[in-house]
């Protein structure tokens, strides 16, 4: 390795260390609330990506406008990440996870609103992308952002109403488990 590379390194690690840091101490445990509902809200990982999508296509287009790469393959990078970005706003506003004392309820990117009330709670779980999701026998998978705010006021009423008399046919009823790194997590 030449010290370049080493240098470079040795700014690149810690900035992205204080960046991850930084978003940490600012996501909040609490959710939103409105009336009876709570809302979970884009946590700072979302918003730093939202800005960090802006920003690299703000300089890819003017690096293309400036004709310092190929007009082609620069228009494709600028839309590559324009596209992104603006996936990442529509979702911050078309998405929405809400609950209540009864229920649980998530609407989708595409407007589907996936429902379930908590006494129909049987099966929770985490994806490979570090998503938990809940889940009755019959009905689809509830998803929730582990990066959201309010998450860990959600995962504590999801373990204040996960079942403990179900059958143990199923390996994804351990539902304690997996909440532990949920609330270790953040702020203590």
């Not at 990982?45 to 004709?67: D, P, Q």
């Not at 324009?82 to 998530?106: D, K, P, S, Y």
């Not at 609407?107 to 999701?133: F, N, Q």
Request: charged share 20%.
């Amino acid at each position: 390795m030449s010290a370049d590379a080493l240098m470079k390194a040795a700014l690149f690690v810690p900035a992205f260390m204080a960046l991850t840091a930084l978003c940490v101490c600012l996501q909040r445990r609490r959710a939103r609330r409105h009336g009876e509902w709570k809302y979970l809200t884009p946590g700072p990982y979302f918003w730093l990506g939202l800005f960090a999508g802006v920003l690299i296509t703000a300089v890819a287009t003017l690096v293309v406008a400036g004709g310092r790469v190929e007009r082609s393959s620069g228009l494709l990078f600028t839309c590559a990440f324009a596209g992104l970005t603006l996936f990442l706003a529509a979702q911050a506003l078309i998405e929405q996870v809400r609950w209540n004392g009864h229920r649980v309820e998530r609407r989708t990117i595409s407007g589907r609103v996936i429902a379930m009330g908590w006494h129909e709670l049987a099966r929770i779980g985490v994806e490979w992308t570090g998503y938990l999701w809940i889940a009755s026998f019959e009905g689809p998978r509830l998803r929730f952002s582990p990066y959201d705010n309010g998450f860990d006021e959600l995962a504590t009423t999801i373990h204040w109403h996960l079942p403990t008399d179900l059958p143990p046919a199923s390996p994804e009823l351990g539902g304690e488990p997996m909440l532990v790194p949920a609330r270790m997590r953040g702020r203590a």
